[in-house]
């Protein structure tokens, strides 16, 4: 083979192993973002680089793929959701103890589906494998459930909180706490889309819910 074919065939090879190498990092791209959806754009603006991003990504996978995660029975998800419609009840008299309610029965539900509950950050890093699409309504009631305890946070924030912490309290109960009828509310992104209906406001005469 001529010095001539043999450069030709090297820089081949070279183009191919690059071809595959790119094929696979954006295959494995591609998983990362199904996995994490919006969390995969959040991490990637937090972090300021899309590599970095990934690298922490896959770390969160690899923990979580270490826990010992756990269904609930079936009575256990009559007992949760039957907690969960006192939390709403409890809102109509007391909005600001329904929140606190509603923060600590979504903590131990995490807890009981075999998630760590220490730090918050943890938490949220080790929901964000399998319940990537309502973790920002995690961050929202938990960011309105400190406004509480603070004293700064109005019923209409309360409210709000609820319609968060049930988003994800559904999620990780694996069924709808309260069957939603009545009229909808929109999610922090979208009018359109609703993972849990709003609790009863203090001056409402009939609950107000949001559904899927």
Known sequence: MSPTATII???????????????VQVMRRKQLQNTFGPEYDRVVADTGSRTEAEKELREREKRHASLE????SAEAQATYAANWEEVQIQFVDDPERAV???DELVTRLIADRG?????????????????ARTLEHYRQAHEISQRNTAGEANTEDLRQALVHY????????GTDPVPSTG????????????AAPAPRAADDSTARDTSR
């Open 183 to 194: 009229t909808t509310d929109p999610t922090p992104e979208s009018t359109s889309e609703s």
């Open 166 to 173: 049930r988003a994800l309290f559904a999620d990780l109960l």
């Open 100 to 102: 606190t309610a509603a």
């Open 9 to 23: 065939l090297i820089v081949v090879v070279l183009i191919v192993i690059a071809a595959i190498v790119y094929g």
């Open 69 to 72: 995660l756990k269904p609930l």
């Open 115 to 131: 998630y760590p509950t220490g730090e918050y950050d943890e938490r949220l890093a080790n929901l964000s494998v399998e319940h």
